[in-house]
């Protein structure tokens, strides 16, 4: 069950974060540094040219500051910080436009106004998608579920000092519901790391292990629901 005293969830979208300045800088701040400092995710640079993700403890401490590429793909480069608001703001404006194809929420503490979680989800072509995910993967789920579109739970993170408040269950649950309700015939995908504590999130929530997906970096695993209605948001 969730605690919901000393947040509440607010609904993302475009009118929302343009009336909320103040709110918005923060959330485009706390996306960046959960995903940099995550220690699944460990994406605190990037490689422009293979994708690959290193660490903080790669870039500060052991000086990794060029990628020479897997297996020789591509010439030394340098890498780049991936998260800046200014790169987040302009990846998610797009998503804002879907308007009832998307659906995202803020979790925002009572007393101060901070964002301590966010989650968004939408719904996307197959062929757009497999501009992103590896023909191995496509041909999968074409063969599981086959489809022209797919119900894609992209993003979910919370503050890990406030971990265990049901924050990351309250978000989850309400993206899912919206996938359970809106699209309930359209299979549901994510991508996430095995070892993340939002693993057993989504497992709660009806999702189950698809496929390996060691594209980005190790660990990583592609999760699904052959439809939407089978998502249990009320398990959460």
């Known amino acids: 069950m969730s605690n919901q005293n000393f947040y509440r969830l607010v609904k993302l979208d475009k009118t929302f974060l343009d009336n909320n300045p103040r709110i918005k800088s923060d959330f485009l701040n706390f996306f ?8 699944n995710f ?13 660490s903080q403890d790669e870039v500060e401490n052991q000086k990794i500051l060029t990628c020479k ?3 020789s793909r591509h010439p030394e480069v340098k890498l780049e910080k991936r998260w800046t608001p200014e ?39 197959l062929s757009e998608i497999s501009k992103s995910w590896s023909p191995d ?5 074409n063969e599981e579920t086959p489809c022209t579109k797919i119900a894609y739970f992209q993003e979910i993170g919370t503050d890990t000092s406030l971990r265990g408040y049901g924050i990351g269950s309250s978000l989850c649950a309400s993206l899912t519901s919206w996938m359970k309700y809106s699209y309930p015939s359209l299979p549901a995908y994510l991508h996430t790391h095995q070892q993340s504590p939002a ?19 190790s660990g990583r695993i592609i999760m699904f629901a052959p439809s ?5 948001p009320e398990n959460l």
């Open 199 to 217: 693993f057993k999130l989504f497992s709660k929530a009806g999702y189950r292990h698809f496929a390996k997906s060691d594209s980005v970096n």
């Open 137 to 141: 993967i496509v041909s999968k789920i």
């Open 69 to 71: 590429g897997s297996s």
């Open 87 to 125: 790169f987040v703001e302009q990846e998610l404006a797009p998503l804002l436009s879907l308007n009832e194809d998307f659906f995202g929420s803020l979790a925002i503490s009572k007393t101060d106004n901070k964002v301590v979680g966010f989650v968004w989800g939408y719904v996307i072509s």
């Open 42 to 54: 460990k994406e605190y640079r990037y490689c422009p040219s293979c994708h690959r993700y290193y």
């Open 32 to 39: 960046c540094n959960i995903w940099m400092f995550d220690p």
């Open 228 to 232: 939407c209605s089978q998502l249990t």
